[in-house]
């Protein structure tokens, strides 16, 4: 295989719209490793997304298709309506393993039917942070051995329905306290104690099989001072020799600030594939001259000795194992029954909850990060409301994301006058701000299709109708 070939087939791009141009096309027959879809590539249709996977494999027969569908909050086939499983952060509360299988068998089902065969999850970080910006419901939990368990499952589930796992966000993002889309952050723990909270669910999905791990951008001082993990061989050194894993090693997004500041996009992946990655994801909307551009750095690369020829083959082979057959099929189980009643389990109400006879809902629009992005989120709103206006008289039921986070919507919560319900859709931390105020809350763990029904269940036992 030429230079320039290998070059393509490291490279897992994303192009603009719902359909495959003429120039991607190309970059396909030339040997592209693969595309990764986000929401503009998707319409909400799954007969849409098939015909672009279709017209994907028509250029290259062999390519990958991925997308990031973790469920819960984090979905891009479902965004439209909400994922119809389970979050990660759900799950993990009810921790039934047999529940959190079928619900990467039911992904794997909808990710077959779109023709996707390489799915960017699930999260296998530890939310040790109750302030982590970017992970949060999208962990099962803040507890090691629970995360790893529920990986291992997840993993286990998605991978019978013939669609490839990819672990995230290797070494683990967990703990940090900045968004790696936006900066680079800082992992600032002892090496024992990144061995010992955040390595343990990687190495359970590489038990269970998983077909890939995917690299985080974040600093790690304690295994190297100088390189974030993306781009660091003592911290891959970590994932290939100590946990013996031989399967691809994928990148986070390469155009997040995290990796890509300061750098740019093709250096970044210059660094990437010599410290041991095999594949480059580069994020959404993306023109096919970046992608010529990389092609050729990393090629130039290659000839004047910054990166060998024998480690871009070794990573166009891997990528090349990646792709499992999507032979997989609906097991038959009623998974929309399964989903609503462990909903139902995943909650947390705290308090009593107020007579909602004539309340309106509301939503307080606290900003989604990146990674889950500006999808529909909780019961149906009434009134939506920007953080620090004035709220309207009682009843009231008001809808909020990671309150804890946000000392404004605190404040509003504490003014709070007349009966109310807090439903909290993000990670549930501590009452900041408004401790005393009486009103009841429900904690859901995240967003979906089975926690909201579950939560316009209990309101309408409370009086709410609508």
């Known amino acids: 295989m030429s230079l320039d070939s290998l070059a393509l087939r490291v490279l897992m791009p994303s192009f603009r719209g719902p359909d495959l141009a003429a120039g991607w096309a190309r970059l396909l027959e030339e040997g592209l490793g693969g595309v990764c879809l986000f929401g503009s590539n998707l319409t909400g249709s799954i007969a849409d997304a098939r015909a672009l996977t279709n017209a994907v494999r028509r250029a290259r027969a062999d390519a990958l298709v991925a997308v990031d569908e973790e469920g819960g909050d984090v979905t891009r086939l479902h965004a439209r309506t909400g994922s119809p499983v389970l979050g990660a952060a759900q799950l993990g509360a009810v921790d039934d393993l047999a529940l959190t299988a079928a619900a990467g068998r039911s992904v794997a089902a909808d990710l077959v039917a779109a023709g996707v065969d390489l799915d960017l999850g ?41 669609v490839a796992a990819c672990v995230k966000h290797f070494p683990g993002h967990g703990a940090t306290e900045q968004d790696s889309h936006l900066t680079l952050p800082v992992l600032d723990t002892p090496v024992p104690e990144i061995r010992a909270r955040d390595i343990p669910p990687f ?40 946990l013996g894993f031989d399967g691809a090693i994928v990148s986070d997004a390469l155009d997040m600030a995290g990796a890509s500041a300061g750098r740019g996009i093709p250096e970044a992946s210059v660094l990437a594939l010599a410290a041991g990655v095999d594949l480059l994801c580069v994020g959404p909307d993306k023109d096919e001259s970046l992608v010529r551009e ?69 939503s307080i629009s606290t900003p989604a990060n990146i990674a889950v992005g500006e999808v529909p989120w909780g019961a149906r709103p009434d009134l939506v409301v920007p953080p620090g206006a004035a709220l309207p008289a009682g009843p009231l039921v008001v809808q909020v994301r990671d309150a804890h986070r946000h000392p404004e919507v605190g404040a509003m919560l504490a003014a709070l006058r007349g009966p109310a319900l807090v439903v909290e859709w993000g990670w549930p931390g501590p009452r900041t701000g408004w401790p005393d105020s009486g009103h009841a809350r429900i904690c859901t763990r995240g967003s979906s299709q089975p926690a909201v029904a579950a939560v316009e269940e209990i309101m309408q036992k409370a009086g709410l109708r609508r």
């Open 294 to 362: 990389v092609q050729s750095v990393v090629v130039d690369a290659v000839r004047s000795g910054r990166l060998t020829e024998e480690r871009l083959a070794e990573a166009a082979a891997r990528v090349g194992r990646i792709r499992r057959p999507s032979t997989g099929t609906p097991s038959g189980e009623d998974v929309c029954a399964v989903m609503s009643e462990a909903a139902l389990r995943s909650l947390v109400v705290e308090g009593e909850l107020p007579e909602l006879t004539g309340a309106q809902v509301l």
């Open 203 to 242: 190495a359970a999905a590489i038990d269970a099989g998983v077909a890939a791990v995917m690299t985080s951008h974040i600093s790690v001082p304690a295994i190297d001072p100088q390189l974030p993990a993306t781009f660091s061989r003592p911290i891959l050194s970590v994932l290939r020799q100590d």
């Open 122 to 162: 699930p999260v296998a970080d530890v939310n040790s942070n109750p302030d982590n910006p970017v992970i949060g419901t999208r962990s099962f939990g803040s507890d090691p051995g629970l995360v790893g368990r529920h990986v291992a499952a997840w993993v286990g589930g998605l991978q019978s329905g013939g």
